[in-house]
């Protein structure tokens, strides 16, 4: 099973009509647009990316979807954007994906970075409710991957430290590659 799979099958298990929800990694809207079925017309679903390419194919699919009338899309750096969101949103959102590198077929030397990754983490972790839910996914085979996995992982055991449920995932996979990995984080 892909971690996306995975992902999907935690948004649907966690997300009813009307709850709020935050992509920060939008990319090609995969992510955001099962949020905005899920929370449906009485949600609200805020997509972030720093590509301007990628929240034009985010809005298509969500237009494809019929679900583009609940999502607020927003074309911004993740860590200014949610610190942002925190004065209004404190609390209220239920679940926060991040897929974190760069966009499969576009520009790779746009990629997320380990220091707005984690001041994007802090304030999801301020901006989700009680028992919502973290979805990060980091890619460790492209340069740069490793060390912010790495960092992730420390921010993992720091919340874990505080009474957050975390548990991981990581695909099989053969040959020398090394696998993605899935934290799924849950607030205190
Ligand atoms: C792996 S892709 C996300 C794929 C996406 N989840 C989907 O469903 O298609 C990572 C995305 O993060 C974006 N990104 C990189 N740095 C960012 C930052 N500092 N703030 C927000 N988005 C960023 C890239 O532009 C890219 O679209």
Redesign the pocket.
């Known amino acids: 099973m892909q971690l996306?799979d995975i992902v999907h099958d935690y948004l649907s298990a966690l997300l009813k009509p009307g709850d709020h929800a935050l992509?920060?990694?939008?990319?090609?809207?995969?992510?955001?647009t099962v949020m905005a079925t899920l929370v449906g017309a009485e949600g609200h679903v805020i997509a972030?990316?720093?590509?301007a390419s990628?929240i034009d194919?985010?809005r298509a699919r969500l237009e494809a979807a019929g679900c583009v009338a609940q999502t607020e899309l927003l074309v911004?750096?993740?860590?200014q954007?949610l610190c942002s969101l925190c004065t209004n949103y404190a609390q209220t959102m239920s679940a926060a994906?991040f897929?974190?590198?760069?966009?499969?077929g576009?520009d790779k030397s746009?990629?997320?970075?380990p220091e707005?990754?984690l001041a994007?983490l802090r304030a999801a972790s301020e901006l989700l409710k009680s028992n919502g839910l973290l979805l990060v996914?980091a890619?460790r085979g492209h340069d740069g991957g490793q060390a912010e996995a790495n960092q992730v992982a420390n921010w993992m055991q720091a919340v874990q430290e505080r009474g957050w449920t975390v548990e991981s995932h990581e695909p099989i996979v053969t040959g020398s590659r090394v696998p993605p990995i899935l934290w799924v984080a849950r607030k205190i």
């Open positions: 996306t992509d920060a990694t939008a990319g090609n809207g995969y992510d955001s972030i990316d720093i590509q990628a194919a985010t911004a750096d993740h860590a954007a994906t897929n974190l590198g760069y966009l499969p576009s746009i990629q997320t970075e707005s990754t994007a996914t890619y």
